[in-house]
């Protein structure tokens, strides 16, 4: 986010220094990854429509051109910030557009226009007066609030939790069947990956740019198990709503088209459970690597709905099998609040202001596997056109693989 305020970190996507954007009706061609994910041809298939996705961030602008019937501020409960859901920052705004805006006006397309967004404000920076104050909940209100609706997808573009308050609330979205999808972080090669990514079952994104190499700012602590494309496109400047800035980016945004990835699924094939929609974003992501071994960077890959939804004989595997561990959900998992490590300066974030920039965690080992999902290595990847093809999608992807259940439980997983 453009430095407002203390919670600056709060909010994983980063537009400090960016320009204004060209004409509003320019800015869906700026998408560049619609193309090589074959946006277009998806859409046939599925757009999202009859799924919901929860939308914790700094609220949600129902009103611009692109979110016109798209957001569903009636069904946030009256019972958490009376619906305050009015975005001072334009950060939710821009994480919805990306999900489910219909491009309307020349603004930002979602990648998955037919679904629906239920946004929920939390107590972040830029929320104006007292008042407006006390109509915000904070991150853990809004997590249990979510799991009790029928949204299917929690999408957290923020960092920062790690209390037994927010532990406890994503243990309780997790036991109602939600997929949470969360930002790793963007504090680069060697920094540590943000909560609630770094949670058990939390799906944790990273960031990629058109060379399908890793982002330089997005966080490498191991705990990432997609990637996305987090950067080279617009996002809404500030809360004004006047204009778009260029080259937005973050695992924020990363993480918006990866909740966005996962309703095209569910939409195509509804009786699904949270495991096979999560197992066939693991099975199909973009990797040069094994599939036993996630690579530190990128996880399992960068997403690629579009193998699925080509597929009609795709098989998610078995139904109530977690693709990423064995340990039944409801069983929950051994405490994981960040612990700074030994001489970090870094101070514990405070459960009340998620802050990514201000979090520091205990890191389990993972791969040292590859920086790029089209090569080796990150010096490996030229960032062509037919590189972008390959692995966000097209006919002759890096891999094909079959539906089968994943049998190994990452490092982050067993805790």
């Known amino acids: ?40 041809q998806m859409w046939k298939v599925s757009t999202g429509k009859g799924v919901k996705i929860a939308v914790i961030d700094s609220g949600v602008n129902a009103n611009t051109p692109s979110l016109k019937g798209q957001v569903l501020t009636d069904e946030v409960p009256k019972a958490v910030a009376y619906h305050a859901t009015d975005d001072y920052l334009g950060h939710g705004t821009t994480m919805a557009e990306l999900i489910a805006g219909t491009g309307e006006g020349g603004g930002l397309k979602g990648l998955a226009p037919g679904a629906k967004i239920v946004p929920y404000r939390i107590k972040l920076d830029g929320i104006k007066g007292a008042k407006e104050e006390a109509r915000t909940p904070g991150a853990d209100e809004a997590l249990r609030a ?39 972080g963007n504090q680069g090669k060697n920094g540590y990956s943000d909560y609630p990514a770094s949670y ?27 990637a996305a494309p987090g950067e080279g496109y617009p996002g809404w400047c500030d809360g004004t709503f006047r204009s778009y800035c260029d080259n937005y980016k973050g695992t924020s945004p990363a993480t918006a088209l990866t909740s966005a990835a996962a309703a095209l699924i569910w939409s195509a094939h509804p009786n699904w459970t949270v495991y096979q ?14 599939k036993d071994k996630p690579s530190k960077y990128l ?18 595997g078995p139904a109530d099998v977690d693709p990423l561990q064995k340990q039944d959900r409801s069983k929950g998992w051994e405490s994981v609040a960040p612990v700074a490590p030994k001489g970090s300066s870094a101070q514990p974030a405070s459960p009340s202001s998620p802050s990514a920039s201000a979090s520091s965690q205990a890191q389990g080992k993972g791969s040292t596997g590859s920086t790029s999902a089209a090569g080796s290595s990150a010096e490996s990847s030229s960032g062509s056109g037919n590189t972008t093809w390959i692995a966000l999608g097209a006919v002759g992807a890096v891999v094909v693989v079959g539906g089968g259940a994943l049998a190994i439980a990452r490092a982050r997983r067993a805790r």
């Not at 929609?277 to 094994?290: I, S």
């Open 277 to 290: 929609v999560e197992r066939a974003l693991l099975d199909t992501a973009g990797r040069t690597w094994p």
């Open 299 to 316: 996880g399992y890959g960068v997403i690629r709905p579009r193998v699925v939804l080509a597929d009609k004989n795709y098989d998610p």
């Open 1 to 40: 986010m453009r430095a407002v305020g203390a919670a600056v970190g709060a909010l994983t996507a980063v537009t400090v220094g960016l320009a204004p954007g060209a004409a509003a009706s320019d800015e869906q061609s700026k998408q560049w990854y619609l193309g090589p994910m074959q946006a277009e």
């Open 146 to 184: 979510a799991a009790d609706t029928d949204a299917k997808i929690i999408s957290i573009s923020f960092g920062g939790l790690g209390g037994d308050k927010d532990e406890a609330a994503v243990k309780y979205a997790l036991s109602k069947g939600k997929l949470l999808i969360a930002a790793v």
């Open 200 to 226: 058990p079952y939390v799906l944790g994104v990273a960031s990629v740019g058109k060379s399908l190499t890793t982002s330089s700012f997005s966080s490498s602590g191991g705990y990432a198990d997609l």
